[in-house]
């Protein structure tokens, strides 16, 4: 199983990223896929959130700046991230996680570094 993150950078306040997260190795499309962040000198965060239906779910930190999308036909989920501040800043991980009566599958991406700065 692999999740390969990638889109991250150094971008200015106000500005956009897309991150993407190619997953290999799992059945994509019945998998929950998460954006989480960690911040240096605090705990990793949950970001966004679409389950295998399509439904999302956003922190509130996040709302109405931040999008998350999947593809299933590629494997993959995105985050668009606009308006981005400062406290942005932080190590952007990928997640798939499937719960099921057979237990619990839960894989990591290795992180991608999101920087705004002026």
């Known amino acids: 199983v692999r999740l390969v993150e990638s889109g991250g950078g150094l971008v200015q306040p106000g500005g956009s990223l897309r991150l993407s997260c190619a997953a290999s190795?799992?059945?994509?499309?019945?998998?929950?896929m998460s954006w989480y962040r960690q911040a240096p000198g605090k705990q990793r965060e949950l970001v966004a959130t679409i389950s295998s239906g399509g439904e999302t779910n956003y922190a509130e930190a996040v709302k109405g700046r931040f999008t998350i999308s999947r593809d299933n036909a590629k494997n993959t989920v995105y985050l668009q991230m606009n308006s981005l501040k400062p406290e942005d800043t932080a190590i952007y991980y990928c997640?798939?996680?499937?719960?099921?009566?057979?237990?619990?599958?839960?894989?990591w991406g290795q992180g991608t570094q999101v920087t705004v700065s002026s």
């Open positions: 997640n798939a996680l499937l719960q099921s009566g057979f237990g619990r599958a839960d894989y």
């Open positions: 190795g799992i059945n994509f499309s019945r998998y929950t």
